[in-house]
Antibody, heavy 115, light 109 residues
């Protein structure tokens, strides 16, 4: 069974940084692109970034480039999202998902940016 | 601002059917497969339709997808109360070099 477990979300002050993790199991992690998607409270889904199987190719939404960086550790089946210079607009649920066209999703980790 | 446009809401009585539209362009729907996701209240999204028309294992055949040109549609037949959810279309966009989601449609039964 495919499982994706996000962690790392918490309350952080504006201007702060955070690293989210997503531990994967139930499939051969190194054979799949991985994706991060976020959802602000009461809003729709927003694609954040994805990363190729071997980490050699990464795409991210233009508005977040330079602040959010996706990476992966295939040895431990984990995908990360490093987030910098956080603002209130970054508040929301962050989901990791399998594939460049995501099929399986985790339950999400909540990031709250507030003073 | 999403590049895939959906109606904000649709409502229909139990047992009836609804169709949700998703309008895009040649750089997304016109050139790539469309996925549909269902998000029940308080839950993570779930894949409902992939590659325009295909159902993942375990998804009810009351759901069906179609595509024509730069638009796609999700049809739900025999509506049930458990179908009340938000539904999102999505596709890769060549111009943005990213995956784009639709604006989302709330289905009320």
């Amino acid at each position: 069974e495919v499982q994706l477990l996000e962690s790392g979300g918490r309350l952080v002050q504006p201007g702060g940084s955070l690293r989210l993790s997503c531990a994967a199991s139930g499939f051969i992690f190194s054979e799949y692109w991985m994706t991060w998607v976020r959802q602000a409270p009461g809003k729709g889904l927003e694609w954040v970034a994805n990363i190729k199987e071997d980490g050699s190719v990464k795409f991210s939404v233009d508005s977040l480039k330079g602040r959010f960086i996706i990476s992966r550790d295939n040895a431990n089946s984990i995908v990360f999202l490093e987030m910098d210079r956080l603002t209130g607009e970054d508040t929301g649920m962050y989901y990791c998902a399998r594939g460049s066209d995501p099929d399986h999703w985790g339950q999400g980790t909540l990031v709250t940016v507030s003073s | 601002q999403s590049v895939l446009t959906q109606p904000p809401s649709v409502s229909e009585a139990p047992g009836h059917g609804v169709t949700i539209s998703c309008s895009g362009s040649g750089s997304n729907i016109g050139n790539h497969g469309v996925n549909w996701y269902q998000q029940l209240p308080g839950e993570a999204p779930k894949l409902l339709i992939y590659y325009d028309t295909l159902l993942p294992s375990g998804v009810s055949d009351r759901f069906s997808g179609s595509k024509s040109g730069t638009s796609a549609s999700l049809a739900i037949s025999g509506l049930q109360s458990e179908d009340e959810a938000d539904y999102y279309c999505a596709a890769w966009d060549d111009g943005l070099n990213g995956y784009v989601f639709g604006t989302g449609t709330k289905v009320t039964v």
